[in-house]
């Protein structure tokens, strides 16, 4: 498996945070999607690399880094939150089938990370502003998954009844270099294994600047960054959940159903 993230960098970013801002909305979210499910959950695990901010919202929970391997033990929690880790994972299958090993029958997972519209402006600028400064790329914002793929990874791990939507949150910055400040202080800067290991030249950081000022200013001034934040829902199996009709089982016609009279297909060749 090719090796993505450079973990120890990943935690150093981590371990230097100072802004919470977004990570604080998106577990607000989560905790409505809570309210509105109605059970209650007595075991919850969080996998986060921020607990104190959910100390305040779930403060029985436990909790755990989002580590290559989790540290978890097989049917424990009715409840397992994965939080805005997941687009640095190497595996992200890996996290979601240890995180439903974690479930307890009709046990709930919830996981958020950023999807692939995250930061597009960016990536452009500064994909555009290397190419012309130096002549060539290097990468910079790990790719992000597309919500129409992320679907798919639920039920490839074995969660049961998957759903996958997405936020899309535009924020507005005074200019390019504030708002890469801004993602060193969430702890979301560059930790890609691939990353160039020294500092980037000046003139590409200007130019980058320039290209976002005049193509994603924002219509009060300064600029506008995207974040996209994709929330993946799944329920562990179990058989009191809702199961598929056997094809051709069904006891009544959509036709009468929807009020409408039924045409039959022609045999093919007529």
């Given at each position: 498996?090719?090796?993505?993230?450079?973990?120890?960098?990943?935690?150093?970013?981590?371990?230097?945070?100072?802004?919470?801002?977004?990570?604080?909305?998106?577990?607000?979210?989560?905790?409505?999607?809570?309210?509105?499910?109605?059970r209650t959950f007595t075991q919850p695990l969080i996998v986060t690399p921020t607990p104190a901010i959910w100390a305040?919202?779930?403060?029985?929970?436990?909790?755990?880094?989002?580590?290559?391997?989790?540290?978890?033990?097989?049917?424990?929690?009715?409840?397992?939150?994965?939080?805005?880790?997941?687009?640095?994972?190497?595996?992200?299958?890996?996290?979601?089938?240890?995180?439903?090993h974690a479930l307890m029958p009709d046990g709930l997972f919830i996981g958020t990370l950023f999807g692939g519209q995250?930061?597009?402006?960016?990536?452009?600028?500064?994909?555009?502003?290397?190419?012309?400064?130096?002549?060539?790329?290097?990468?910079?914002?790990?790719?992000?998954?597309?919500?129409?793929?992320?679907?798919?990874?639920?039920?490839?791990?074995?969660?049961?009844?998957?759903?996958?939507?997405?936020?899309?949150?535009?924020?507005?910055?005074?200019?390019?270099?504030?708002?890469?400040?801004?993602?060193?202080?969430?702890?979301?800067?560059?930790?890609?294994?691939?990353?160039?290991?020294?500092?980037?030249?000046?003139?590409?950081?200007?130019?980058?600047?320039?290209?976002?000022?005049?193509?994603?200013?924002?219509?009060?001034?300064?600029?506008?960054?995207?974040?996209?934040?994709?929330?993946?829902?799944?329920?562990?199996?179990?058989?009191?959940?809702?199961?598929?009709?056997?094809?051709?089982?069904?006891?009544?016609?959509?036709?009468?159903?929807?009020?409408t009279a039924e045409t039959p297909l022609r045999p093919q060749g007529d």
């Amino acid at each position: 498996m090719q090796t993505l993230t450079d973990s120890t960098a990943l935690t150093r970013n981590r371990a230097r945070a100072t802004t919470t801002f977004l990570r604080d909305r998106v577990a607000a979210d989560v905790q409505e999607r809570l309210q509105e499910v109605n059970r209650t959950f007595t075991q919850p695990l969080i996998v986060t690399p921020t607990p104190a901010i959910w100390a305040r919202i779930l403060p029985d929970a436990a909790t755990m880094p989002p580590t290559d391997v989790l540290d978890v033990r097989p049917g424990v929690h009715d409840l397992v939150i994965h939080d805005l880790s997941l687009h640095w994972a190497d595996d992200p299958v890996g996290q979601l089938v240890q995180a439903r090993h974690a479930l307890m029958p009709d046990g709930l997972f919830i996981g958020t990370l950023f999807g692939g519209q995250t930061l597009h402006e960016l990536r452009a600028c500064l994909a555009q502003a290397e190419a012309q400064v130096t002549g060539g790329l290097s990468p910079r914002v790990a790719p992000m998954a597309e919500i129409r793929d992320l679907g798919g990874l639920l039920y490839r791990a074995g969660l049961a009844l998957p759903v996958a939507d997405g936020d899309t949150l535009r924020i507005r910055y005074r200019d390019a270099h504030a708002l890469m400040h801004d993602l060193r202080t969430m702890g979301e800067g560059n930790a890609l294994a691939a990353r160039q290991r020294h500092a980037t030249r000046r003139a590409v950081m200007a130019v980058a600047a320039d290209l976002y000022g005049t193509h994603f200013a924002h219509p009060d001034g300064g600029i506008t960054a995207t974040f996209e934040v994709i929330t993946l829902t799944g329920w562990a199996p179990a058989d009191s959940q809702p199961q598929p009709l056997r094809p051709g089982s069904a006891t009544a016609r959509l036709a009468d159903a929807l009020g409408t009279a039924e045409t039959p297909l022609r045999p093919q060749g007529d």
